[in-house]
């Protein structure tokens, strides 16, 4: 008590009290008299773990209350336990010895139930499994180190400890008075392979799990290496028994024995005084407070690279390790200094840097592993056991300086300290982010090492001599996770992230975040911290410059002038063809010209736009290499289209002349233009010289304006140029080498900008154009007879089209078809691989929106490519793209960001729309030479590492449903991956005033039922991503340019949606399941078709439900519950009921 008042500490040295305290209450000379009397108790108090004395909420450790001679443990003996006389005799029974081996039994500190939970989750391997690979020059140097290792364990309870948790509410850890390290030998043969290969991949701990039940939670492999005349040994230690802090203590402690100086050992430190400051320290109420204040509205998980699972095994994860530079270490600890902050806090703000640029998102929440000694009393900074704990922390990495962002960081960090022993899932309950979704997926774990082989005393090496250390792993589940060793005198860095993201990318973006943090700090620390970059130099190069070395040299002319030098060269070949009429080139030519000398003398010249209003036919070719000859643009009108979209069009575009078919005329709009009918042209066109025209326009000039949708609900007129039409062409002949032997089926509207190389890339080589009769894209029979008849080698498909054409059994028989361009909309690797099943032909992927020249992105689809999606591959020539955040900075590879475009292809912008044009078409910030633009397309995409883009989606099919930010693509390519289900479609509905909902809309194969993919998503998918209706259908509805008509989509009815209305459970498993349910969450009344997580459930009451389940005579699975998470569903996955005791 005297002690507590006067702030004093008092820890053991050696065979003496340390007094730790102010000067005035060190010099009560009373009270140091005292402490002298008492000192042999003193001591004897803190080595049993009967005092703990701590500067902040004081607690005083129960005693140990279980004697040496104990013949019989009752419930009272157990003061950081709960448990039954029953539960104790059960557990008690299961260890070695019986209750004469029962030192102590105890509650797990707040980690310990976080890794226990995983190791419940786990299926085949254990995350949590820290593995040491040691050489040895013989066999006795090997059995010292077991000798040493051993007396290690006869010191330290935490080492002599093992884990029960079957038939109790809460697990609890059992200490052995006697507990032998298990060694095993196993024999290897040196010819199949590295010995300590084979050795560490037999007790992989991806696939190898430790039996918590028995202690020590430790186990040693050994084996000999006959070729390289030495020993081996793998240790593996369970996270649940020890932390890095704790290798590195007894590393040291074994060093000591090895050179025969036990005595020198400080006491151990009891690891139940660290659980008893967890149980009888801060109150839950006090940390609740404290989480809901920092996380209550945090509604979206930051999830690095899109990375959202906690509870992974390892597989897949690659480790690396770099050192930081010198000199950016002296710079870092400087600002430090006088910023009066830690280094760990400038580290947790480089990481948040990091994490914001592959999030996507400015919030970020991250787990820190706290270093869990801070409150263990005197001697914890040294104490063997797991006193880590990992808690979130929040940061914004927004407008704020980074001077002012630093000192928040070590702020919250400071304040974060004072609940080092709460539970992270109670934090994760005082976030808005729903169970079972993880709160966070990425961890940083800020840790105090010793450089290895520094400074090294002689007898050390001594101790060590004849040992080796080979290898070394620590994992967690964690799939994004970085350590920052601090040595004293240098930083190492060491990622653990999955093998596509790169680990020592990681590693790069870390060091050049301290880089360009500090850098501000120096010089300007009112930068806001957004702003500061990650990317190292090397890979910003490589995604805005080297994958954008597309510069290639093509002809400067223009398409038109391309067709009629084929001319000259194949005059009598023929050009087009439509239902048996042809044109051979040099009477193609002819016609075009005299409507081009026509066109002229009706003023049409540069920039003049021509609208042409017309079904699929020769005159149609014939209209289109007119205007331009004549100079003009040429503007397409489907006659299909409305009469008042029509008239919109005209009146929008002021076209300044009108070519149609006589049969139209009656079907179009009041137009006060002149109008040009060319199935009947007049004698005023026969008239004009069929002799080719003097240059109208150049590539700087309109070529054509084609109408896309418009977010304000009227169409936009896109105004491309010659130059970029041109640029298009030539890459498509360099990239496919179409000849005179070639056959085009011209098939898309003309309206969809497809068509635009459909007519003019055949023309410009000498090969024949062939036109599909009007509405015979849709038609798969008339198609399927057209390639056939007239030996067509190239089309085009839109991937629904592709899909619904290659289900006809006569397309395997097209048998002349070379290559198939898909562009227009995703192709997916199902489309793929049943055109590969079907033909033999080329399959190409292409991406371009209308606004950059038709496409500029190309991927040639191979069978043996093993992607899980198509790319749309790399930029075509004379292109750039660029993936950019919001920020217009680049994403790193593999982070989903927006796609810019620029180079050759882009058009002017929007007809007649200015505001649209500059809103779309921006400054290029990559420009060396200045005066070039980008284009904003809006669409989802990332780099992959080799260069490939891949498409994501449309930004604004990202939807916000209930305060969640929703992809519906990821949503989309869940179901497409589901068995039976061919093509899917996500929207969010609205069918009711305040009503949305996710609605998916599915083409199946196999007759599945929306309840089993509903089911199937629930185990891949967070619940609030989880469609409420899946509506199963024979076809989507399309636009008539092919694409899936959204707007057109049923509203969902019936048997569509999952139903939540209460129904009582049914049977006595139900019943019984039920009646845990409401007990744990805390509710009236549980239905059979309520899930639990919604009811709010989490991961821990999860196994604590199941354990009672157990209790129950009901044999389930933890893992069960994550996957069928509703009541009826968990009923019928559980074991026939044999006892109920409730």
């Keep these: 008590k005297k002690l507590r008042e006067k702030d004093i500490e008092i820890s053991v040295d050696g065979g003496n009290l340390r007094v730790r305290g102010g000067r005035l209450a060190l010099s009560d000379s009373g009270l140091l008299e005292l402490i002298r009397q008492n000192k042999e108790e003193l001591i004897e108090a803190i080595a049993s773990g009967e005092y703990l004395e701590l500067p902040n909420g004081q607690i005083t450790v129960p005693p140990v209350r279980i004697p040496a001679d104990c013949t019989a443990i009752t419930p009272e003996m157990l003061p950081l336990a709960d448990l039954s006389q029953e539960q104790i005799e059960e557990v008690v029974g299961a260890v070695p010895g019986g209750v004469g081996?029962?030192?102590?039994?105890?509650?797990?500190?707040?980690?310990?139930?976080?890794?226990?939970?995983?190791?419940?989750?786990?299926?085949?391997?254990?995350?949590?499994l820290l593995s040491l690979l040691l050489g040895f020059v013989s066999r006795a140097r090997l059995e010292d180190y077991l000798a040493a290792l051993q007396a290690v364990i006869d010191r330290h309870d935490i080492l002599r400890t093992a884990v029960m948790w079957e038939g109790m509410a809460e697990p609890v850890q059992m200490v052995w008075r006697k507990a032998v390290l298990p060694v095993e030998e196993v024999v290897l043969?040196?010819?199949?392979?590295?010995?300590?290969?084979?050795?560490?991949?037999?007790?992989?701990?991806?696939?190898?799990?430790?039996?918590?039940?028995?202690?020590?939670?430790?186990?040693?492999?050994?084996?000999?290496?006959?070729?390289?005349?030495r020993w081996l040994m793998l240790l593996l230690l369970h996270h649940l028994a020890g932390d890095h802090v704790t290798m590195e203590t007894a590393q040291r402690e074994i060093e000591l024995q090895l050179l025969g100086k036990a005595d020198q050992l400080p006491a151990p430190q009891p690891y139940r005084n660290l659980v008893a400051q967890a149980r009888l320290g801060k109150k839950e109420e006090e940390h609740e407070a404290f989480f809901r204040a920092m996380l209550g509205d945090v509604e979206e998980p930051t999830a690095p690279f899109g990375l959202l699972d906690a509870q992974g095994d390892g597989r897949g994860i690659e480790q690396a390790s770099v050192m930081v530079d010198e000199e950016l270490e002296r710079r870092l600890r400087e600002r430090g200094r006088k910023l009066g902050v830690s280094a760990a806090s400038l580290c947790h703000l480089a990481w948040a840097q990091v994490l914001a640029r592959v999030s996507g998102r400015e919030d970020v929440v991250f787990g820190t592993v706290l270093f869990g000694r801070m409150q263990a009393g005197t001697g914890g900074e040294q104490g063997i056991g797991l006193f880590i704990n990992t808690l979130p922390v929040r940061m914004r990495v927004g407008e704020e300086g980074a001077e002012a962002s630093v000192r928040e960081m070590h702020r919250r960090l400071a304040e974060l300290m004072g609940h080092e022993h709460a539970s992270l899932a109670l934090a994760q309950r005082c976030s808005g982010v729903p169970a079972p979704t993880p709160l966070f997926s990425a961890l940083l774990n800020y840790r105090h090492s010793r450089r290895a082989e520094q400074n090294r005393a002689e007898e050390e090496l001594r101790a060590w001599a004849g040992m080796e250390r080979l290898r070394g792993e620590e994992r967690t589940s964690y799939p994004f996770v970085l350590s920052v060793d601090d040595l004293g005198e240098g930083f190492r860095l060491t990622a653990q992230v999955p093998g596509w993201i790169g680990a020592k990318r990681v590693c790069e973006y870390v060091s050049t975040a301290v880089g360009t943090l500090i850098q501000a700090l120096e010089t300007a620390p009112g930068t806001a911290v957004r702003t500061l970059g990650v990317m190292p130099e090397w890979e910003r190069q490589q995604v805005l410059s080297e994958w954008n070395r597309t510069a290639t040299e093509y002809r400067r002319s223009c398409v038109h002038e391309l067709f009629e030098e084929q001319v000259n060269r194949t005059p009598e070949a023929v050009a087009v063809e439509y239902e048996g009429r042809q044109l051979s080139y040099a009477e193609l030519n002819r016609r075009a010209n005299q409507l081009g000398h026509y066109l002229r003398k009706l003023g049409v010249g540069p920039e003049v736009l021509v609208g042409i209003c017309m079904e699929r036919s020769l005159e149609m070719v014939v209209g289109l290499l007119g205007i331009l000859k004549a100079g003009g643009a040429y503007l397409p009108l489907d006659p299909d289209f409305p009469e008042e979209r029509l008239a919109w069009m005209l009146e929008d575009s002021r076209v300044a002349v009108l070519l149609t078919q006589e049969r139209l005329q009656e079907r179009l709009p009041q137009y006060e233009g002149k109008r040009v009918a060319l199935d009947r042209p007049g004698q005023e066109v026969a008239e004009e010289s069929d002799g080719n025209l003097g240059r109208g326009s150049g590539l700087g000039n309109a070529v054509y304006v084609i109408y896309t949708s418009g977010s304000t609900g009227r169409p936009k007129g896109v105004l491309n140029l010659h130059g970029g039409l041109s640029n298009r062409l030539q890459w498509m002949q360099e990239a496919y080498r179409l000849d005179e032997r070639d056959r085009v089926l011209q098939k898309t509207p003309f309206t969809f900008d497809v068509s635009v190389w459909e007519f003019f890339w055949p023309l410009m080589v000498g090969a024949r154009l062939v036109m599909a009769r009007?509405?015979?894209?849709?038609?798969?029979?008339?198609?399927?007879?057209?390639?056939?008849?007239?030996?067509?080698?190239?089309?085009?498909?839109?991937?629904?089209?592709?899909?619904?054409?290659?289900?006809?059994?006569?397309?395997?028989?097209?048998?002349?078809?070379?290559?198939?361009?898909?562009?227009?909309?995703?192709?997916?690797?199902?489309?793929?691989?049943?055109?590969?099943?079907?033909?033999?032909?080329?399959?190409?992927?292409?991406?371009?929106?209308?606004?950059?020249?038709?496409?500029?992105?190309?991927?040639?689809?191979?069978?043996?490519?093993?992607?899980?999606?198509?790319p749309i591959g790399r930029p075509i020539g004379n292109t750039q793209v660029y993936v950019l955040d919001e920020n217009l900075e680049p994403a790193p590879v593999g982070m989903h960001g927006e796609l810019y475009l620029g180079g050759a292809g882009l058009a002017r912008g929007y007809q007649n729309r200015p505001e649209q044009t500059a809103e779309k078409f921006l400054s290029n910030p990559f420009s060396r030479t200045g005066g070039e633009r980008l284009y904003r397309t809006g669409d989802r995409v990332r780099w992959r590492a080799d260069g490939q883009l891949e498409f994501l989606g449309r930004l604004d099919h990202q939807v916000k449903l209930r305060g969640y930010r929703i992809e519906l693509?990821?949503?989309?390519?869940?179901?497409?991956?589901?068995?039976?289900?061919?093509?899917?479609?996500?929207?969010?509905?609205?069918?009711?005033?305040?009503?949305?909902?996710?609605?998916?809309?599915?083409?199946?194969?196999?007759?599945?039922?929306?309840?089993?993919?509903?089911?199937?998503?629930?185990?891949?998918?967070?619940?609030?991503m989880v469609p409420s209706a899946i509506?199963?259908?024979?076809?989507?509805?399309?636009?008539?340019?092919?694409?899936?008509?959204?707007?057109?989509?049923?509203?969902?009815?019936?048997?569509a949606y999952a139903k939540r209305e209460y129904e009582a459970p049914q049977g006595e498993v139900e019943r019984a399941i039920a009646a845990i349910w409401a007990d744990e969450l805390k509710v009236d009344r549980v239905g059979r078709h309520d899930n639990f997580f919604r009811l709010g459930g989490h991961s821990l009451l999860a196994a604590r439900v199941v354990e009672r389940m157990r209790r129950s005579g009901l044999k389930v699975d933890v893992r069960v519950l994550f996957v069928t998470a509703s009541l009826a569903d968990l009923a019928n996955s559980t074991e026939e009921l044999t006892e109920i005791i409730l």
């Design 774 to 870: 009007p509405g015979g894209q849709q038609d798969p029979d008339y198609l399927m007879e057209t390639i056939r008849n007239c030996g067509i080698t190239t089309l085009h498909f839109v991937p629904p089209m592709l899909s619904a054409w290659l289900d006809y059994e006569g397309a395997a028989g097209c048998s002349s078809l070379k290559r198939v361009i898909c562009s227009g909309e995703a192709l997916n690797l199902e489309v793929q691989r049943k055109f590969q099943r079907t033909l033999k032909a080329e399959l190409h992927n292409l991406y371009g929106p209308t606004e950059a020249s038709i496409d500029v992105t190309c991927w040639h689809c191979r069978e043996e490519d093993a992607a899980e999606c198509v």
């Design 189 to 229: 043969e040196g010819s199949k392979g590295d010995v300590g290969e084979q050795l560490y991949a037999r007790f992989d701990p991806r696939s190898y799990r430790m039996d918590l039940r028995q202690a020590p939670l430790m186990r040693a492999y050994i084996a000999e290496d006959k070729d390289k005349e």
């Design 1031 to 1055: 509506v199963t259908m024979e076809e989507f509805p399309l636009t008539s340019n092919g694409k899936v008509d959204r707007k057109a989509l049923p509203e969902p009815e019936g048997d």
């Design 101 to 128: 081996n029962v030192q102590d039994i105890y509650a797990l500190a707040p980690l310990q139930k976080g890794i226990l939970f995983h190791h419940m989750l786990g299926g085949e391997g254990d995350p949590y």
């Design 969 to 1024: 693509g990821e949503i989309e390519l869940a179901l497409r991956e589901q068995a039976g289900v061919r093509q899917a479609m996500v929207v969010l509905r609205e069918d009711h005033a305040g009503d949305k909902r996710l609605v998916a809309y599915v083409i199946e194969e196999t007759g599945t039922k929306a309840g089993e993919l509903r089911d199937a998503l629930h185990g891949r998918l967070p619940e609030y």
